[in-house]
Every structure is written in C-alpha cells, then in structure tokens.
C-alpha cells in the first residue's frame, strides 16, 4: 500500500515536470544608424539593438515574441531558424508561406515551443531584410542537470557579412534587366562587429591594409571573447550570412565539434572548419596555452574568390590586457578553392553512437538539379526548369481554405528532363525555364529523399556552393557525390554510416548531396538556398503535407486570397 505522503511527492514531482516555463517577448523592428565596420550606415534593429537580443531558453520552454513592425513603408516577418514549429507551423515566420508580412505599425504573436537543446539563430525572411542586419542568436539549453557535454562556460559567435550598399538597392539590382550583381560583402562581421579598409593584424607584415585606431568604445570595435586559463569552453557558432562560406580558427586553440545545427554529432577535432550560411555549430576548446598571450580568432571566405578579408577578434587570456596583440599573425585559411578540404570536412560529422538511424528506404525520391538561368532577360536560379516566385496569399492559408487560384496547382516535377542534361555546361539554348510558384505534396508521415544536384552557372566552367536549407525538419545527410547522381548511386542511401541530422547541409561544385526525412509536420514549409540573392533570385521549393490536419488560426492570414476568404466566411 502506498502512503498518503508517497502519494503526495508523487504529485509533486508530476507537477513541476508539467509547469513548463514561458518567456514573453516584446520587439520592436525598426531601423537606426550604425556602424558596424567603422562606416556608418541604415541598420535593421529590434528595440534599438544590432544584432538582436539574443533568446536564452531551456528546451521544453515556450517563447513568445510579440512583433510589432515599426519599419515606415515595409512589411517584416522573423523565422526561428533551426526550431521545427512542431504543431505550430503559422509561427515559422516565413512570408508568403506561413504567413503575411506584417504591416508598418501592426504587430503579430510568435508562439512556439523550442523542443530541443541546442544552437539556433534567428533573422529576416522577407526580401533581403537578414542581409538587412535583421538577425539574433537564439541559445536552448538542456534542463538543469541534463546536458551531457562537459564545460566550464558558454561564448556566442553570430557571423555576418556587410555591403555597405543598401537591401533596397542590391534588391533593384539583382531584379534589374540585365541583372547587376550585389559583389562581394565589403567586411565580415563577429557579433555584428568588423573592420573596413584597415586590419587589426596590419602590424603582422602579410596585412596590405593599414592599422585601425581603435580605442575600444567604437560601434566597429573587436567583440573579444574573455577566457581564464586552463577552462573548457563550449563556443556556440550561427552563420547568417548573405552569401559567404567562411572557414573558422582559433590561433593555438583545436576545435573540437560536438552539436551542428541542434543535434550532437559524433565529436571530432580539428584546427578549422568550415561553416555555411545557415549552419549552425557548438565546438568545445580548451585554455590550455600560454595565459600570458593573446590569440586570434579567424574567419575568412571560402569557395569563392575572396575580395574580403578576414574577420579577426582575440581570445583574451585574462588577467592578460585584452589590449595585448598576439605573438604571431592570424592563422591562414585553407585555400578558397581548395574544395577537397571542404569535403573532407564535411564527411567528419557522423551522428553519435546511439543516435536513431534513418528509415531504411523511403516512400518517394525527388531530384532537384540547381540551375542559373536567363529568363528573358532576367537572371534566375532554377530547380529542375522552375524558378521560385512567391504569391501574394500564403500557402499555408491557401492550402487549408482549398483557394486553388492562389498559387499553381500543378506540381512541379521530381525529376529534371532531360535526363542526359550535362551539369558540366552551361544552360543549353533550348533549355526552357520558367517562374513559377506550384508545391510538392508529400504524404502525411511519408520518408523522402531529395537528391540536390549542382550544375554549372551561366558562366562557363563555374559552378557555386548552395547550402541547402530545410524548415519544419531536420534530414539526415546521407551521402555528398561527385558529378550527376546516376541510378548506381542509390545503394548508397540505404548505407549511409551514422548520416548526421541537420536542417542545413551543403552542395558542392558540379557534385550532388543526398538528404532523407520524414515528413511528420503538417505544415507548408519553405526549402532553400541560404544564401540571400540567390532565394531571392527563386532558388529554392515550396512543400506541404498535413495541411488538412491542422486548424489554422487566421491571425496574420488578412492579405491575398486568405483576407477576402476569412472576410467572406
Ligand atoms: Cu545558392
């Protein structure tokens, strides 16, 4: 028989298991004048701020974020990059998909549950505004006791890039007949800080740019990470770049990865990494040199040719003056060609022991080959001859109220025609592509493998890196190849070793990357290319499953076809 006060602490127990903790947020979107690089200019700001407050929450929490638009002749929506919206999907914060933008001057609940411990961020996902300056950190921890990484500490790393020509203009010119393209960012930024046209490692003789004068208190100045000797730091990392791949180091210091885009991985070191837009990483490091000394942090452009020069801070050994330059010059980045490295690199990180593994097979495979195109004038990016163009009324709102004349109702294909298409070449002539804005369909709880294949541009024998990323899941990657998937490759995605789960994962120069979910979140979700103008240029596809099973509430569906609808009904 169980007693009276047995029964009692069971209760209890039950009870502050089931109060889950919630944080309410209230924001405000506007713009102000700032300097992140030592050049002032317009700046995205929520309350005042550059970069965003960052969220700190515990997995399990809700956050709610009341958003007010408070931009003069603009709309704006946020997406919580890397949080699944699990039975939430009108919070994903994506225009034209989950919701409206909303107005100047009207506000919009965020509400949702951050399920899973881990590194997210936040930002923009209307236009160009993440290239804006509209971005956060947004750090999950494990509940008190549970996390099961050893540290002493947590650093937040938010990487950026920085024109200083305005969205609204880089917007006009790559929508512009003939397409003007944006260039190279004109400084990379470390928590929102960099330095244009002068260099904090200018004395160091490899440095064409001369010093910064730099005192300390200035909006450009260095954000330097503090650190006691002999600790083990967990150093969160988001990248919410626009365009550039960058590879990451600490001067003396390995990195060892342990969590990529909230998941643990299998842990492994190394001395750099690479990290796409859209990625996001914890690795552990040990202060274990010199404590006299400073070192520097690096991050420098990858996979393209860079016109940018690296983003450098100090790691401050404290009590060492965090004004005290390091013995030796920054540490030098791999080559930006070098794509074996990057490869290499990215074949390390395996799921850990233990972990889930995928369905064995799946229900449907779709092919996407990535394209450059012209469409009568106009540059594009297309996946499989479509180019994506978002309709006014949001899919979401559109699927569920059957408005069929929202959007396209056919379609698009999942696979690309013609079969022998030569990924080597640019677009042949004949090759017909067109603007378009239908959805896939998957099945409620179905497994999907997607096939990314990369292709050449327009530009003879040039073919980019897209990191490729996924809202409402995660995927397991399970293989990265060279040239065209053929047939023959397909035994490879059933026996993908310890594939890692991710929301973002890369595609190399004329190679392809294999993916596989479950679509178990009903929900119209958004998959694209992170780099800003190439999704704004239409790369990326639009998918759906469950919609009929979800009761959408209408707020932030007053535009389009859902406005007149919810009017009429
Ligand atoms: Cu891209």
Redesign the pocket.
Known sequence: MVSASAWLILILVWMSNSVRAEQNLRWEVGYMRWSPDGVEDVIMTINGHYPGPTIRAVAGETIQVHLTNGLPTEGVVIHWHGIRQIGTPWSDGTASISQCAINPGESFVYKFTVDRAGTYFYHGHFGMQRSAGLYGMLIVNSPQGQETLQYDAELDLLLSDWWHSSTRDQEVDLSSNPMIWIGEPQTLLMNGRGQFNCSLAANYGNSSLGPCNIKGGEQYAPYIFHVQPNNTYRLRIASSTSLSSLNLAIGNHNLTVVEADGNYVDPFTVPNMDIYSGECYSVLFTTNQDATQNYWISAAVRGRKPATPPALTLLNYQPTSASQLPLSPPPVAPAWDDYDYSKAFSNKIHAPTGSTPPPPSADRRIVLLNTQNNVDGFTK?AINSISLSLPTTPYLGAIKYNLTDAFNQTSPPDHYSPADYDITQPPPAGQVTTVGNGIYTFDINSTVDVILQNANTLTPNDS?I?PWHMHGHYFWVLAYGEGKFTDADAAVLSNSTAPPLRNTAVIFPNGWTALRFVADNPGAWVFH?H?EP?LYMG?GIVFAEGVDLLDVPTDGLACGLTAKYLMNN
């Open positions: 990016w980019e897209h290319c780099i190439h790369m």
